[in-house]
């Protein structure tokens, strides 16, 4: 089973619309969650961490919930500009190994 | 403030030969992490250098090696190189080596292998 499973896509969201990628792990003890944004042929950048008791940076949302192993992202208001492949990453505690999805693919149409 | 650089942005290499990325950390970090990413895949860790010794690995064989210079720079030497060594090479830096803090990503070296 891989560390971390996400559905790559591709989504396809007019403008204006939300959208919510999820992204499960299998390691229990896994501390540190992740999600980053990979335009196309360029490195990943943080978009945000993930904290336990969710947080929120303008019309982005992540939440963990740790019973289920899964955590997610929200993008409300969706922004041609938004179009990028996001990555779910995981970092178990037993290490300094972070381990990344395969990208959950989004863009958005005019 | 610096964020991370990676050398070269290209390179085109033969199936046989061996090649070295470099890699210089964000300005005040320590540690320098490496990924390899292939095409519609994530990024797979390959290892980690903190304190000029490598401290974890991921499941890569032992062509893929490297070093970390005592001002945090890194090198990734990869030997025998193989057709599926065709990849963008990400080094990622941090803070603290504890494995829990946020890595920042260079622009990546990519690598294609004829």
């Known amino acids: 089973r891989k560390e971390v499973e996400q559905d790559p896509g591709p989504f396809n969201v007019p403008e204006g619309a939300t959208v919510a990628f999820n992204c499960t792990y299998s390691?229990?003890?896994?501390?540190?969650f992740f999600w980053y944004r990979q335009d196309c042929r360029k490195e990943p950048k943080l978009l945000m961490s993930?904290?336990?008791s969710g947080n929120e940076d303008g019309r982005f949302t992540a939440q963990l919930n740790r019973a289920s192993q899964y955590i997610s992202l929200l993008i409300r208001d969706s922004k041609l500009s938004d179009s990028a492949t996001y990555l779910c990453?995981?970092?178990?505690?037993?290490?300094?190994?972070?381990?990344f999805g395969t990208g959950t693919s989004l863009t958005v149409i005019p | 403030d610096a964020g991370v650089t990676q050398s070269p942005t290209h390179l085109i290499k033969t199936r046989g030969q061996q090649v070295t990325l470099r890699c210089s950390p964000k300005?005040?970090?320590?540690?320098v992490s490496w990924y390899q990413q292939a095409l519609g895949q994530g990024p797979q860790f390959i290892f980690q250098?903190?304190?000029?010794?490598?401290?974890q690995r991921g499941n890569f064989p032992d062509r893929f090696s490297g070093h970390q210079f005592p001002n945090y720079s890194s090198e990734l030497n990869v030997n025998a190189l193989l057709l599926g060594d065709s990849a963008l090479y990400l080094c990622?830096?941090?803070?603290?080596?504890?494995?829990?803090?946020?890595?920042?990503f260079g622009p990546g070296t990519r690598l294609l292998v004829l």
């Open positions: 300005s005040g970090h320590d540690t």
């Open positions: 990453v995981v970092n178990a505690n037993t290490g300094n190994q972070f381990y």
């Open positions: 250098y903190y304190e000029e010794e490598e401290r």
């Open positions: 390691n229990s003890a896994s501390q540190s």
């Open positions: 993930v904290y336990s």
């Open positions: 990622a830096s941090s803070l603290g080596g504890q494995g829990r803090e946020t890595q920042y």
